[in-house]
């Protein structure tokens, strides 16, 4: 009997992937990564290796190259047919052959080909890439190592070019057969406060006394469970900046490699306004499909992926300005919209959408997001009501450039603020639909609360308009910009923009300066953000700026083999050619000519095995009164023979999950009894009405922990009504013991402060008073702005 020791896949094979060590270097908004994945043959026979791994939308990737016994060999980016002829040509002449190339579907997804690893043989592979960081709401700049890889749905329409298709076999985490290690470098001239992570770091080690440079290293043992996460935080990150990069030398002028690059940063100082009280027609489309029942990420007490969702609808709808429109489409393998159309926002409205809400399960099995919006883009527009599309979905689909491609063709008519739901969501769908309607787009992931991401981007969207956004140049004589990146029309508070451009012409002498001026008008007033720069172009072996220029090109040209419209092939393939950075039509190529042993027979498969995260492959449970009942479907599509099902729990559905879960045990049968448990926090905000107003009953008590007869006995009854006093009485409670979540009820407070300005008018000073004074409240009278 043969016994193999090390690494075996669930066919006890043994797995040639051995290890992948990273290493990053981030200066200021730019990250340069480097990752080695490292191949060994402890079988008999010549292999073939297959590795599927994730990697950001916006990466860069610009070499590949690979170390055989000692030997460097640097790939080729090539036309994708080209190489993968090659590859195969090669193969059967029995070189040693490496393949690179990003999925025909979607951007995020990658595979590595290791052709003819001879037994005994070891291989290293190194690729390369570059990307912007993406700025958050505390201004931490968010680098991630992708490293979860979740099953994509896959539809009866979906390509077969995919590298999708491959069946990676699926492995338990604890028993995945490969490491990861990974060392970061930190720079910025404005000083590094501090760095923080979703998995376990090495104590930060700061390598100068200015801390304007750091070093951390991610700690031994990663599981490839979460996604590994770094939040950088600068002493200054808001400053206008502008980086000049030489181009290459032995490139013609006249040329984007052959140019110098410019990457401008501003930040634009919009002033916060109050929302419109009138304006928009809000639709959410929510994932119902079966992988929306996992938990949001690995931690054990993470809540259900589905739970957040309701949560999150159920504060959307109580946050809505009065006088809009609505309306929910829930989707899966099928979708379901809560009205025919979008409905005007009123008491009656917003009650019959919290009933449906309440009763939402992740029950419409597979993720087809494609047939929902093209239904909602079907509808008429409501005058003077633009459309505000808000998407949620963990992002497990194929056809992610026709979605893509959809919310384009529809981008005049809307903005669509997208949302990534838990470990691994495709970064390609998320920030392709936002990028082509001008929204934004959000990942919630570990311990962030969908809530609250979800209700600053609706602050976002009700936001005055920005509008005559233009950015001019002032450069000497003889030199001029040419745009590279897409023209910017939407501009949103709190968002830094990031612009490239060719420099084109005679670079002048040094000491020169050029200056950069961002204009933009808000409610009839114009403002300007300005930044000066030394026109001395910097090298760069690596050409960062100009690869960053060149991917963000890409992305307004590159929509996949199917998607991309036929005048833009040519120059999508030609760009990605002469930049180096690869595309849906290039793939990278490298063969060892120097090894020439004809294989007998095929060569020995070994797909590399990807963790099986919980809830991605494997039913889950809900209890129910009468027992346990069968598992959700999974994402694949249905058949005739498996129609979709729908578990409904007829009594109640017991998702005990976190101090914050909003739908646990929901009674069906009364729709006055959300069972929120002990939370009352969430009590008070499902007991809102629609107007902004509360009524004075025995659940507005509960919340304030006095009794109703108290609350009636201290009312002011000749300066306000009972609702009056209940709202007032709310109001204060949430200052006083919500703080801590206030962008998730900043904007229902708002209504109720408008609501109470009306209602109480110039009384409304003592009802204040009385109030806090009833409360015993230490909430300062300010907040009500008199």
Request: glycine content about 6%; proline content about 6%; aromatic content about 8%.
């Amino acid at each position: 009997m043969v016994h193999f020791y090390g690494l075996l896949t669930l066919q006890r094979e043994p797995v040639p992937l051995k290890s992948i060590s990273v290493s990053v270097s981030i200066y200021e908004f730019v990250a340069d990564v480097s990752a080695t994945l490292n191949y060994e043959n402890a079988e008999k026979v010549p292999l073939e290796a297959v590795f599927l791994f994730p990697m950001d939308e916006d990466s860069a990737v610009y070499s590949f190259e690979a170390l055989v016994d000692g030997k460097k060999i640097v790939a080729e980016l090539q036309d994708k047919m080209k190489a993968r002829t090659n590859y195969e040509k090669a193969i059967s002449q029995g070189h040693q052959a490496f393949l690179l190339e990003e999925d025909s579907s979607s951007r995020d997804i990658f595979s590595c080909n290791v052709g003819n690893l001879q037994p005994g043989s070891k291989a290293s592979v190194t690729l390369k890439y570059v990307q912007e960081l993406p700025l958050e709401t505390d201004g931490a700049l968010r680098f991630v190592l992708p490293a979860v890889l979740n099953p994509r749905y896959q539809f009866s329409g979906s390509s077969k070019d995919s590298c999708l298709n491959v069946k990676t076999p699926i492995v338990p985490v604890e028993d995945l057969p490969y490491t990861l290690s990974m060392v970061a470098t930190i720079d910025s001239k404005h000083g590094i406060e501090k760095v923080q992570s979703n998995c376990p770091l090495s104590p930060t080690e700061y390598l100068g006394e200015d801390k304007a440079s750091a070093q951390v290293s991610l700690a031994a043992g990663h599981k490839f469970d979460r996604d590994v996460e770094l939040l950088i935080y600068y002493s200054e990150v808001h400053t206008p900046s502008v980086v000049l990069e030489m181009g290459m030398p032995k490139m013609k002028p006249g040329r984007l490699m052959g140019d110098p690059s410019a990457m401008v940063s501003f930040y634009p100082n919009i002033p916060e306004d109050q929302p419109s009280n009138t304006c928009g027609e809000f639709v959410f489309l929510m994932d119902r499909s079966g992988s929306m029942q996992s938990p949001m990420s690995s931690q054990d007490t993470s809540q259900l992926r589905i739970q957040a969702a309701k949560e999150t609808l159920i504060l959307l709808l109580k946050s809505l300005p009065m006088g809009c429109y609505f309306n929910i489409y829930g989707f899966g393998s099928s979708y379901e919209a809560y009205f025919p159309k979008s409905v005007k926002y009123t008491q009656q409205t917003m009650e019959e959408a919290l009933g449906r809400v309440k009763l939402m399960q992740a029950d419409l099995g597979g993720t087809e997001i494609l047939a929902p919006l093209q239904n909602i883009y079907r509808g008429p527009s409501i005058p003077g009501h633009p459309l505000q599309l808000f998407v949620f979905t963990d992002g497990e689909v194929t056809d992610t450039f026709s979605v893509i491609k959809e919310v384009r063709i529809n981008r005049q008519k809307h903005r669509c603020f997208s949302f990534g739901i838990g470990e691994g969501a495709s970064t390609s769908l998320i920030k392709g639909i936002a990028r082509a309607s001008g929204g934004t787009s959000e990942f919630i992931t570990g311990k962030d609360r969908m809530q609250s991401k979800a209700l600053r981007t609706l602050k976002r969207s009700l936001q005055p308009v920005v509008e005559d956004v233009s950015l001019s140049w002032h450069l000497p004589p003889g030199l001029s910009a040419k745009m590279l990146s897409p023209e910017q029309t939407v501009i949103f508070r709190g968002q830094r923009l990031i612009i490239y451009a060719q420099l084109t012409g005679r670079m002048p002498a040094a000491e020169t300066t050029g200056k950069v001026c961002l204009k933009y008008t808000l409610q009839g007033k114009t403002f300007e953000d300005k930044a000066t720069f030394l026109l001395q172009p910097k090298p760069d072996v690596n050409f960062t700026i100009h690869r960053l220029a060149a991917k963000s090109l890409l992305q307004t040209k590159d929509m996949g083999l199917r998607e991309t419209p036929a005048s833009d092939k040519k120059d999508a393939l030609n760009l990605s050619l002469e930049s180096g950075v690869i595309s849906s039509f290039t793939a990278f190529i490298a063969i060892n000519k120097e090894l020439n042993k004809p294989v007998q027979g095929p060569l020995a498969h070994r797909d590399i095995p990807r963790p099986m995260l919980l809830g991605a492959s494997t039913p889950l449970k809900i209890r129910c009164r009468s027992g346990f009942r069968k598992a959700l479907p999974s994402d694949r599509p249905p058949s005739a023979s498996q129609p979709i099902r729908r578990v409904m729990c007829c009594e109640a559905v017991s998702f005990q999950v976190d101090n914050y879960s909003l739908c646990g045990l929901i009674n069906h049968k009364d729709r006055h009894s959300p069972g929120f448990g002990e939370n009352h926090l969430v009590q008070l905000i499902y007991h809102q009405n629609a107007n902004g107003s509360w009524d004075l009953n025995e659940d507005l008590a509960k919340v304030l922990g006095v009794s109703l007869e108290e609350i009636t006995a201290a009312h002011p009854a000749e300066l306000v009504d009972s609702s009056g006093w209940a709202t007032i009485l709310a109001v204060i409670w949430l200052h006083g013991n919500g703080k801590d979540l206030k962008c998730e009820w900043e904007l229902l407070e708002r209504k109720a402060m408008a609501w109470m300005r009306v209602h109480a008018g110039s009384t409304m000073p003592l009802v204040v008073k009385a109030a806090i004074t009833f409360l015993k409240s230490s909430v300062d009278p300010a907040i009500f702005a008199f």
